[in-house]
């Protein structure tokens, strides 16, 4: 976690370097490049947990649900702790760590949450689209189509072209025959988060691998 660190530290470093002795200094660039400096190092430290963390939730699918949450719920602290720049009064969240960030704050949150048929909360259950209309409704207010085939046909969302160029964030969706019947969110590394199927709960899985990677059909971006 050297990277959370940093980007806690980084401001008193900059600013005890760049103040200037003499009143007749302009100080608004140096402002400007504290700014930016943190803006980058919040998003190099929530880079950082993703990365440590993906591994992790791929093998997860063995252990105790209990045991999962409390794994994830350590981790997305880790991650949160890397916006926590509020004391320094530089940048709100949003705009240091990207809403993309926001997303994948919010959808990791749910890891555990158990599947179910038309569910689209916490407290009764997701299905895969009820998963991903919540996260993006609840994290940055859009609203979503209902059913996974209407998401892949939303004309304001950008094709994604192929798996290559998939970025986090971006919806991904899967089903036989080109007819879409299932969607989750890219999270980066190969992977996507969803919510699979009954008897099973929030997760994340590889497309590049095994059972959805055969399924794979299409991805969109959304504007945020």
């Given amino acids: 976690m050297a990277a959370v660190v940093q980007a806690q530290t980084a401001p008193a470093t900059v600013d005890a370097a760049s103040t200037p002795a003499s009143s007749d200094v302009v100080v608004a660039p140096a402002a ?12 190099e430290a929530a880079t950082a947990t993703l990365s440590a963390l993906l591994p992790r939730l791929a093998a997860s699918d063995t252990l105790p ?3 999962r949450s409390a794994m994830v719920a350590g981790d997305i602290s880790k991650l949160l702790a890397a916006y926590d720049l509020s004391k320094e009064g ?11 960030q926001v997303v994948l704050q ?17 407290d009764s259950g997701f299905d895969c689209s009820g998963l991903v209309g919540y996260v993006f409704r609840t994290a940055l207010g859009i609203e979503l189509p209902r059913v996974s085939r209407d998401m892949a046909a939303k004309a304001d969302a950008e094709m994604v072209g192929a798996r290559e160029e998939l970025r986090q964030g971006d919806l991904v969706f ?11 969110i ?17 997760r994340v899985d590889s ?9 794979y059909l299409s991805a969109r971006r959304v504007a945020m």
Avoid: I
């Fill in 186 to 202: 890219y999270v980066g590394e190969g992977r996507f988060l969803h919510s699979p199927s009954r008897g099973k709960d929030v």
């Fill in 90 to 100: 530089v940048v709100a969240q949003e705009q240091q760590g990207g809403k993309v």
């Fill in 65 to 67: 649900l209990v045991d």
């Fill in 174 to 184: 899967f089903g036989l025959k080109g007819r879409v019947n299932h969607v989750g």
């Fill in 207 to 215: 497309l590049l691998t095994g059972y959805w990677a055969n399924r």
């Fill in 32 to 43: 400007k490049s504290v700014t930016t400096s943190v803006k980058e190092k919040a998003a």
């Fill in 106 to 122: 919010r959808a990791l949150a749910l890891m555990g949450t158990p599947y179910r048929w038309g569910g689209t909360s916490p």
